[in-house]
């Protein structure tokens, strides 16, 4: 039987920590979750520029994407980080969705909102979807009036946590795209472990994106029959996903 294809994702750690520590967190979550997604975690471009909180957690070297102040309204290469990344994409990709984790949620967003004004990203299909761990925008009115100038339309999945320090910038954040999925936890800055009914919404919310990618290519199949066979496959391994994380 012909394996199914793997969505690519890119996935962006959080501030002065690095992409080995993105995967770290990640797999608290079920495997049969992203199972079906093939995950990619670069570093920074930048090497820290000071003291990272994961110190004495997790082995450095540490990174950060771009840096900025303590209002987060002025950013330090930012232009750099952005041409990075999407040459980075352009070069190892296509990729068919991003996952980010705070600094990296919020550069994952503002790729998506770029790309969707042609600024950015011209060479790259759309981005898919986006799933933002402790994710928020950028306050620069210069990027906001592009990049969340319209609803965003990539399918989105926010987890936000009560006791969060970025609550109301992921709320945020979130009502710029136009159909959100939040899941709350009642977790702080963090990738949450997530809950039997968190699991399930984030395992129907994977295989909704799942089916709408099939359907889109079912045009180009040129064997019905063959075509009919991988959609069975597909709906199968949907309910197989929540079959194994209620096990």
């Given at each position: 039987?012909?394996?199914e294809k793997k969505l690519k994702v890119l996935c962006l750690h959080g501030f002065r920590t690095s992409g080995g520590f993105l995967k770290k967190q990640i797999s608290k979550w079920h495997p049969s979750i992203l199972q079906q997604f093939d995950t990619v975690f670069?570093?920074?471009?930048?090497?820290?520029?000071?003291?990272?909180?994961?110190?004495?957690i997790f082995p450095?070297?540490?990174?950060?994407?771009?840096?900025?102040d303590k209002d987060f309204t002025e950013y330090t290469n930012l232009d750099e980080c952005?041409?990075?990344l999407?040459?980075?994409m352009v070069k190892n990709g296509p990729f068919d969705g991003l996952l980010g984790f705070s600094q990296g949620a919020t550069l994952s967003a503002l790729l998506i909102g770029y790309q969707a004004q042609g600024k950015v990203l011209n060479d790259h299909p759309p981005i898919k979807f986006m799933v933002s761990v402790s994710g928020s925008k950028f306050r620069d009115p210069s990027i906001c009036d592009v990049a969340y100038k319209d609803?965003?339309?990539?399918?989105?999945?926010?987890?936000?946590?009560?006791?969060?320090?970025?609550k109301v910038p992921?709320?945020?954040?979130?009502?710029a795209f136009a159909d959100p999925l939040i899941i709350r936890h009642p977790q702080g800055h963090t990738v949450p472990r997530l809950d039997e009914a968190s699991v399930k919404q984030l395992s129907e919310w994977s295989a909704s994106i799942l089916e709408d990618l099939k359907n889109a290519d079912a045009p180009k199949a040129s064997n019905s029959e063959s075509s009919g066979d991988k959609d069975s496959v597909g709906v199968e391994s949907a309910e197989n996903l929540m079959e194994q994380v209620a096990a």
């Open positions: 039987m012909e394996q670069p570093d920074g471009q930048f090497p820290a520029g000071g003291k990272s909180d994961i110190e004495g450095p070297p540490y990174f950060e994407w771009f840096q900025f952005i041409a990075y999407c040459d980075y609803p965003i339309k990539a399918k989105s999945v926010h987890f936000i946590g009560e006791k969060d320090w970025l992921s709320e945020e954040l979130a009502s």
